[in-house]
């Protein structure tokens, strides 16, 4: 039981990556606070079938008032946080010729503002502790960019990656970690809009030849938030079958 008696905030853990982090997180034994934008009660009645402890805060991660309130709740219920995992993310194909400004700051605000949000409401917490760690989901786009995605989904997740790094700085004197993982092709709702055709060149692209399993994050994401990486902080971690090697 790697994250025994550990206090998890997860945004959108409802589906995907997120899912697959909070049921992983979970089984080693953490207790899981989705910030969620809808009720998940068939996902809160599956995790207590399975003995885990978990509750959901309908927030809107997008509103610092919201999130400071979702924050304050766990505390008065759980009393204490250890770790935050900033999944929650919106996918956007709109190209820059096409971009109108109203999108562009609708996936800041998802993608970016929504992790300094969190990561701001629940740091008086994890300094008051002198512990703590940070999880944020990036991409392979941040390092790379991408013909399909936005530049507004890639640059968010690239301004996520240096925060990661920024926090991390800041952040170690209080004995807080802060790290990333960064995903390609995981089978989950964001890739399923592909064509086939798009699908087969993704693979090709890919050494381990196949797209990964959201359950493949999460092993990554679990051994970043462990002990077992208790002095590893501002480090991006690749899940990518080796498409990205750098
Ligand atoms: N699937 C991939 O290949 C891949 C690749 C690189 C990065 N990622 C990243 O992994 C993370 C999870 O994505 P996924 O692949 O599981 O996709 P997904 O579409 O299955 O999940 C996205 C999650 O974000 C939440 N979300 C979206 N908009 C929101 C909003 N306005 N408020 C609150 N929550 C919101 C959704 O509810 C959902 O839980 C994201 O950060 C994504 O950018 C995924």
Known sequence: MRLKGKTVVIT?????IGKAIAYRFASEGARIAFLARRPIVEILADMHSRGFDAIAI????????????????????????????????????EPMLEMTLEAWHQVLDINLNAAFYCSKAILPYLVKNKNGVILNISSVT????????????TT??????????????QLAPYNIRVNAVAPHAIVTQM?????????????SSIP??????????????????SDEASFITGETINVNGGYLMD
């Open 12 to 16: 959108g853990g409802n589906k995907g």
């Open 58 to 93: 309908q927030t809107r991660i997008t509103s610092y008032v919201s999130v400071e309130k979702a924050i304050k709740s766990i505390i008065e219920q759980w009393g204490t946080i250890d770790i935050l995992v900033n999944n929650a993310a919106s996918f956007s194909r």
């Open 142 to 153: 941040a390092k790379c960019g991408d013909n399909e995605a936005a530049p507004i989904y």
């Open 156 to 169: 968010s997740k690239g301004a996520l990656t240096t925060l990661t790094k920024s926090l991390a700085r």
């Open 191 to 203: 890739g399923s809009e592909w064509t086939e055709d798009k699908r087969k060149q993704v693979v």
């Open 208 to 225: 381990l030849g196949r797209m990964g399993e959201p359950e493949e994050v999460a092993s990554s994401a679990l051994f970043l938030v």
